[in-house]
């Protein structure tokens, strides 16, 4: 991407004195396989346009060219255009996101952040990981690079290791290999009551097949709760709430889980006990095979300490 930082054009109002500012960014295509839609193609290629509706907006207002013509949802890319993207000064004065956070691994493909509670990884709102991923990660210097973006979601109150794209060829080889089933997820949570030692859960959600497997690691005697578990979880398909849903169902509720623990048994105020622990894969260019690891937060720690 070619970016004229700063880069101003004044163009001046014939009932106005003033001159108004724009904000120039350009953008060279790069070479497609096949013909690809400005609107698929553009995620990404302007800092300021890092999702599809934001890009549609601009294209509505009739604020890209594509050779020196308009563009719109129908205009294709082929390979070598040169894409203009000009708006208002005052549009492009986005307020930042100050949110940082601990990076496990960086490259200039790729990274693994830790997620922590009480964020959502994407959304229409202003704090999310996604809007704070620019400010804590190297920019790549790779051709196609992009504003990075997560290629997977966490819950709101889960914790741990959250993979994320910072080209735009690094996120579609990772979504396919989460498509396929090649990222193998490993989470530890803190379950409520007795439960089997290990086994496997399928039980579809929303009609759909899904499976878990669950391993005990650590049980504690717990005066009001029976008995609390470390269990390593791995889930073999991706449906939202799996795990939460799953063990809920056997009975044994997510300690602090809001949405699927009986109120007599909700612990108010301490957060979810989920954690997403390691994300293991091929690395999608180098091809080495990364096993990235996000420790216990210490409060699973505690509770079984000197058990």
Known sequence: ?????????????????????????????????????????????????ATKSALKKVLKKKQ????????????????????????????TQQKKLVFPVQVLYEDDYLAVIHKPAGILVS????????????????????????????????DFATTGALLVGKTRSSIRLLN????????????????????????????PIDDKPATSLFQICETVASPRFDQLNLVELKPLTG?????????????????????YTPEALLLKGKGMYLHAYSLKF???FTNQDLLIKDELPEGFTKLFKDH
């Open 1 to 49: 991407m070619g970016i004229f930082v700063g880069a101003l054009a004044q163009v001046l109002d014939s009932s106005k004195t003033e001159a108004q500012v724009f904000t120039i960014e350009t953008h060279t295509a790069l070479p497609q396989e096949t013909p690809i839609r400005l609107q698929e193609y553009g995620v990404g290629i302007f800092k300021s346009l």
């Open 64 to 91: 890209i060219t594509v050779d020196g013509s308009l563009a719109s949802t129908a205009t294709w890319i082929t390979g070598g255009e040169r894409i203009v993207l000009t708006r208002p000064e005052a549009e």
């Open 123 to 154: 959304g229409n709102r202003f704090k999310t990981i996604a809007n704070a991923l620019l400010q804590n990660l190297e920019y790549s210097p790779l051709k196609d690079k992009c504003k990075p973006q997560p290629v997977h979601r966490l």
């Open 176 to 203: 396919k290999r989460f498509e396929n089933k090649e990222v193998t997820k490993t989470y530890y949570a803190v379950t409520i009551g007795n439960m089997p030692a290990n086994g496997a859960i399928n039980q």
């Open 239 to 259: 449906r939202r709430h799996q795990l939460r849903k799953h063990l809920s169902g056997m009975g044994n509720p997510i300690l602090g889980d809001r949405d």
């Open 282 to 284: 091929q690395h999608p």
